[in-house]
Each structure stands twice: as C-alpha cells, then as structure tokens.
C-alpha cells in the first residue's frame, strides 16, 4: 500500500531564516506530487504541483521553491521565511492517472517568529 | 478558471441527525469530484471519489451525488455521530488540466452529542 510522509511536523522559525520541507511517498512510482499551503481560518492554496523529476509548476509567484531531486520526494524551500510563510503546509499525491485520486500527508505546522 | 464554493461554511447539528453538504462547481468540465474530511491539525482523507460519468458513491453512512450539468455535489451524511465532526472539503479536477485540483474553502461540522 502507499504510504505518504512529511517531516518535520511541527517547525518554529524566526523570520528571515531558511526552510526545508521533505515529503516523500511509498509504494507508488511517478506519481504527481503537490505542496498546498492552509493559513489559519482558510482554504488550501495549490503552491506547486510535479508531474515528474525535476518537472515544478508553481502556482503562486512567493517566497518559495520546490524541487523534485527523485522519482517518489518533493522538497519546499524558502532562503529566507517572511511571517506570512506562516501556516500548514500540506503534501499530496496522485498516481493514478485514470481516476485521479488524491491523497494527502499529515502536514506540517510552520510558525514563523 | 473554475471555482469551488462550499455552503454553509459552518453547520452545528444535534446527533443523529441526517444532514447534507454542498459544493458548487462554475465549469461543469469536469473529470471527478472528490470529498475529503479533514480533523483540526491533520492531513486531509480521502472520503469518496465521483467520476464524472457516476451521479453517485456510498461508504457506509456516507453518500455522494453529482450533477454535473447543474454544477453541484452533496455529500449526504446519515445519522450523525459526535465523530463525524470535522471539516468537509470537496474537490474537482478538471478536463482542462488533470494535474490541478481546485477545492472548495469547506464546511466545518459539530455534532453535538
């Protein structure tokens, strides 16, 4: 069965320092990969989606980037965190390209200070 | 650019009652819809997939119905539980692009006990 990680789940920042996100899947191969941002009171915000390595759509033109260095892992990065960056970050995929169902990983709580 | 609409964005219930969620959709180009339930600072799950040729999908006191030529989804929760409390969110990928999924902002349900 696959399997979906993220790490770490919790995460506190002072403004102005790096980030790095890790999402990696199990037990499926070339899946589509996507990171979703969720701030406190609203919705999910598509931020990039991969539809193989090295292969990065990005969503919403920010302070982050997302890289795809192997088949089942995508990375989120910042150089340096803004307090909006604040938030729940959230990773998916979907492999199944006939009926296109998306699963989602326990997420990750970021706190920027 | 399709968009998503939930109502209401709350409903509080007492238990054991039967109630319904909604979700709206504008381009009815759709290739599925899918429910998802997500519990205060998890990941989201997957409930119920609806493909676009289906009007509808059971799992136990869950059932989901889709007219697509309207625009609309309901998710149809039977005799409620205190468990069943959470948030409601549904998506849609579209014939468009079948790597983007677009959600609604969801329905936050309590069941009261």
């Known amino acids: 069965s696959q399997t979906i990680h993220q790490w770490p789940a919790t995460l506190v920042q002072p403004v102005g320092s790096p980030l790095s996100l890790e999402c990696t899947v199990e037990?499926?191969?070339?899946?589509?990969l996507y990171w979703y941002r969720q701030a406190a009171g609203r919705g999910l915000q598509l931020l990039f989606y991969?539809?193989?390595?090295?292969?990065i759509s990005s969503e919403v033109p920010q302070n982050l980037s997302a890289s795809r260095p192997q088949d089942r892992q995508f990375i989120l990065s910042s150089k340096k965190l803004l307090l909006s960056d604040s938030g729940f970050y959230l990773c998916?995929?979907?492999?199944?390209?006939?009926?296109?169902?998306?699963?989602f990983g326990p997420g990750t709580r970021l706190t920027v200070t | 650019k399709q968009e998503v609409t939930q109502i209401p964005a709350a409903l509080s219930v007492p238990e054991g009652e039967n109630l319904v969620l909604n979700c709206s959709f504008t381009?009815?180009?759709?290739?599925?819809l899918q429910w998802f339930r997500q519990d205060p600072g998890k990941g989201l799950t997957s409930l119920l997939l609806?493909?676009?040729?289906?009007r509808e999908q059971t799992s136990g006191r869950l059932n989901a119905s889709l007219d697509k030529s309207s625009g609309r989804s309901t998710l149809y929760i039977a005799a409620s539980q205190p468990g069943d409390s959470a948030t409601y969110l549904c998506?849609?990928?579209?014939?468009?692009?079948?790597?983007?999924?677009?959600f609604g902002s969801g329905t936050k349900l309590n069941v009261k006990p």
């Open positions: 998916a995929w979907m492999g199944d390209r006939e009926d296109y169902e998306q699963y």
């Open positions: 037990g499926t191969s070339n899946p589509n």
């Open positions: 991969s539809v193989g390595i090295g292969q």
């Open positions: 381009d009815s180009a759709i290739y599925n």
């Open positions: 609806i493909q676009s040729s289906q």
């Open positions: 998506a849609v990928i579209t014939r468009a692009n079948f790597n983007k999924f677009y």
